[in-house]
């Protein structure tokens, strides 16, 4: 563990390194006061008035700030992140990435209700920093109603008109 010469790790430890070599003490410049160097017949009382002193005196110290950059680093990717659901209901088409899967059930949903598009639409809607997909395509929209779901991840892609 280094150490600095403001801060010792105890006021023995300090006062027996002074003790054993006084010829030290004078020997090298010191970058504390006078009044803060550790002396070679100081008492254990006085080196623990010079620590406090010490302690209070880099804590007046005004602080280092960071320079702030024109603009910080970023990655050459961007990520999102995609998340959709649709109640089952009878004798709805079941559509899952643009494939109709034969089945009782399928997903209620305003468009085609495909999960894997709207989740992959959300992700990409995330990525660009847009909001998500209920907001960008509302239901309450006629011109969604019935909408196959790779037309909403074309949109989000490629179109400027819905942002």
Known sequence: ???STAFFSSPV???????????????????????????????????????VAAALQVGQQE????VPSSTPPSLPFRVGHGFDLHRLEPNLPLIIGGID?????????HSDGDVLLHCV??????ALGLPDIGQIFPDSDPKWKGAAS????????WSRSVF
């Open 1 to 3: 563990m280094a150490s």
């Open 13 to 51: 430890a300090a006062s027996k390194s002074a003790r054993s070599s006084p010829a030290l003490a004078t020997r090298f410049a010191s970058p504390l006061p006078f009044s803060l160097r550790i002396h070679p017949r100081a008492s254990p009382s006085n080196l623990r008035r010079l620590t």
């Open 63 to 66: 602080t280092v700030k960071p």
């Open 101 to 109: 899967i034969p089945h009782d059930r399928g997903c209620e949903a």
């Open 121 to 126: 639409t959300d992700a990409i809607l995330g």
């Open 150 to 157: 790779w037309v909403f991840m074309k949109e989000a892609v």
